[in-house]
């Protein structure tokens, strides 16, 4: 650093400084606009540097971080000694015996070592094999050479959040591995364990967890930016895994570290291979060197010595560390970038290689943020920042996959959360509100996402009409299954099709998946209403005394009126007289209520699935009158109730029918063919006490 970024820095530093002063001082001591584009370029340059230096220092406590671990570990072992010394000397005749046995086994081997070291060797590796035949997939493990068993044993995994059990293992320590595999509940022969993860013993710290009953003789595996907690068989064998995994990991850093001391003196000759095939030994020809220019100019194309190419795994790290995705995957794309036209070498593929693992890291912390065991709380918009990144990693697909994921979990979560209290109405209202709004901006958010990803749209498509099938069930499960009334019922779907129409605007129509949903439930409903009104009609027709209906009071009959012309009877004033008698029987009047009413509901919830369902309901009901009326107009002999009937049968014929007909086909867009042949079969009514005409 130069003298005058020297005293820069000492000034910036004081404990006195103050901007505000030092801004105004800088400003009336130079000459001009150039003096202060230098002094900035000075503060810049500073800021770099001491930005560069904080990083390095966040990777450097990185770095402490699992030596402090191992540390804590130890400490935390003598304290466990101090804490069990009094339990300790109750059990020290059963250790000394145990002691002894031990010394004199260890001796043994030793002996046996030294005397026959190839022999021990072998048995070693036979061991391993014959444990690792027993575990499912693990067949691969003893290709590498060397590799032998230092100690195994059963444990149990617990969770680490909750510190619940999880499952029950069985680890193998290696000497150069550790090896988890999990219990087979069904055995097969002799394999009694599944495959479950191998780490390297460098890649991770043991660290003591100290007792805190009930959770005692465990200790804890830390692989960034992952943990597993194990507990042992009892406090001795947790000491023993302790020790030897101890011992096993500082063996391993010595033999590695001998080994790179052989390697090292050696560089010269280890530059003379060449690993292209094309390139000849210098044996062959040493003074030919047109043989060895084409790799070795390749080489030296590629200029890896670069500083941010150098510490670009550093980077990588501390950006993972401190969440910064999207610095990480900037720097993945200046390297992509930089390595695009130089020629794929060993350095270059070496140097691939060692990124690939932090690609690797970096995707399963994407992955995690959009897992939906995550905080469901702040809408789509929460998830862009991690499928961004996914996305540029080139992981579209998963980044789709788990972003639908995660809003389908948010969407149960909302409908789960929702009270059902009050009217049924009210709650569909809040349902559907919920539902819709979610999917709405959930629908924007993809399209804003994965504009580029037009592959992704179908699955899109899928994902919404999966979620209609779980707005649907919540629907019909407090709809229909209530036994709600026909028109409560015919509200909620009005309610849920309007809802369903502002998905339109985005160009997603989900309503025929709505109707196709609902169909089940409507035609049940309707068919089950049916019955109601015929049980209904038939109740009052076996009491049907065939005499005027008396209101009572003219307010009464004014109700009426309004009622009828409510239902499309205009012409209901002709049947009335200005008293409150109406020429009419009370069973024919209520059952044109009924019916109309009927006749409404059902077309708020018509589909064109449901046409004949509500066509011959309404055949089927209007047939109940006209058959009752027919049978009355045969049977009766009184002349003036006869006449009385035919009346009542005229209105049915001419009055009641043709509206029923020009409704429907008003609310369904084409006209009733049954209804007008039902119409049809039905005689002329002829208004004459003496006639015996009936009306079917």
């Not at 450097?60 to 400490?75: C, D, P």
């Not at 004199?104 to 061991?127: C, H, I, N, V």
């Not at 009413?597 to 209007?622: D, T």
């Not at 043709?658 to 429907?664: I, Q």
């Amino acid at each position: 650093m130069s003298e005058t970024g020297s005293r820069l820095r000492k000034l910036l530093e004081s404990p006195n400084f103050e901007p505000q002063n030092y801004v105004k001082q800088l400003s009336q001591l130079s000459d001009g606009d150039r003096d202060l584009q230098e002094h900035r370029q000075k503060v810049q340059s500073l800021a770099d540097e001491t930005a560069q230096n904080l990083k390095k220092n966040v990777y450097k406590n990185y770095r402490q971080f699992i030596e402090t671990a191992k540390e804590i570990s130890y400490l935390e072992s003598e304290m466990y000694q101090l804490s069990h010394i009094l339990t300790e000397q109750k059990s020290i005749m059963e250790s000394i015996t145990q002691a002894l046995l031990s010394t004199d086994k260890d001796e043994t081997s030793k002996e046996m070592q030294a005397a026959f070291p190839k022999e021990t060797e072998e048995l070693k590796q036979r061991t391993l094999t014959s444990l690792l035949e027993k575990v499912e997939g693990g067949k691969n493990i003893m290709d590498t050479p060397g590799r032998h068993l230092v100690y195994n044993g059963d444990l149990v995994e617990f969770d680490v959040d909750n510190m619940s059990p999880v499952q029950k293992v069985h680890a193998f320590l290696m000497n150069d591995c550790l090896l988890i595999a999990t219990w087979l509940p069904n055995r097969r022969g002799a394999v009694k364990y599944k495959y479950n993860a191998l780490y390297e013993l460098d890649s991770f710290a043991v660290v003591n967890v100290k007792d805190n009953a009930p959770m005692k003789d465990m200790f804890k595996i830390l692989m960034f930016p992952d943990s597993r907690i194990f507990q042992a068989e009892n406090s001795k064998i947790k000491k023993e895994w302790l020790e030897i995994l101890d011992e096993t990991k500082k063996n391993k850093a010595t033999k590695d570290r001998h080994s790179k001391e052989e390697v090292a003196p050696a560089p010269p000759a280890r530059a003379e291979v060449s690993t292209n095939p094309f390139e000849q030994d210098d044996d062959d020809g040493g003074d030919d060197d047109d043989d060895n220019e084409g790799p070795a100019d390749a080489e030296e194309r590629v200029d890896l010595s670069l500083e941010w190419i150098q510490e670009l795994p550093e980077d990588l790290d501390v950006c993972i560390a401190q969440r910064d995705f999207e610095g990480a995957v900037d720097l993945l794309d200046k390297l992509n970038e930089y390595l695009k036209e130089l020629p794929v070498t060993q350095r270059v593929k070496a140097l691939r290689a060692t990124v690939e693992e932090r690609v690797r890291q970096l995707t399963e912390v994407l992955v995690f943020e959009l897992s939906p065991d995550r905080s469901l709380r702040g809408g789509p918009k929460a998830t862009r920042r991690a499928v961004s990144q996914l996305i540029r990693l080139g992981q579209s697909t998963k980044a789709c996959e788990l972003f639908l994921k995660n809003r389908a979990a948010a969407v149960q979560t909302a409908i789960r959360q929702l009270r059902i209290e009050g009217a049924t109405l009210l709650y569909i209202h809040k349902l559907c509100n919920i539902f819709f709004t979610s999917l709405l901006e959930t629908a924007k958010e993809f399209e804003m996402d994965f504009a580029g990803n037009t592959g992704c749209y179908s699955a899109f498509v899928v994902w919404s009409k999966s979620t209609m099938r779980m707005f649907v069930d919540a629907f019909s499960k407090q709809v229909f299954d209530s036994k709600e009334s026909l028109s409560t019922a015919a509200e909620c779907v009005k309610v849920a099709k309007e809802h369903c129409q502002q998905l339109t605007e985005i160009g997603l129509d989900l309503t025929f998946s709505l109707q196709s949903l609902l169909v089940k439930d409507i035609k049940a409903a309707l068919q089950s209403y049916k019955d109601i009104i015929i049980e209904a009609t038939k109740h009052r027709n076996s009491e049907e005394m065939w005499r005027r209906l008396n209101l009572m009071t003219p307010e009464a009959v004014a109700k009426l009126k309004d009622e009828m012309r409510g239902c499309g009877v205009g012409s209901f004033e002709q049947f009335t007289g200005d008293d409150c008698w109406v020429n009419l029987s009370y069973t024919v009047v209520a059952f044109t209520k009924q019916m109309m009413s009927f006749l409404e509901e059902g077309l708020k919830l018509y589909f064109p699935e449901l046409h004949m369902v509500l066509l011959e309901s309404l055949r089927e009901i209007i047939l109940v009158a006209v058959q009752h009326v027919d049978y009355s107009l045969r049977c009766e002999q009184d002349p003036e109730k006869k006449a009385f009937i035919v009346l009542n049968a005229a209105f049915l014929h001419d009055t009641v029918l043709p509206v029923v007909e020009r409704r429907f086909e008003e609310g369904v867009g084409k006209p009733a063919k049954q209804l007008q042949d039902l119409r049809k079969s039905t005689r002329p009514v002829r208004v004459n006490p003496e006639s015996t005409t009936s009306m079917v």
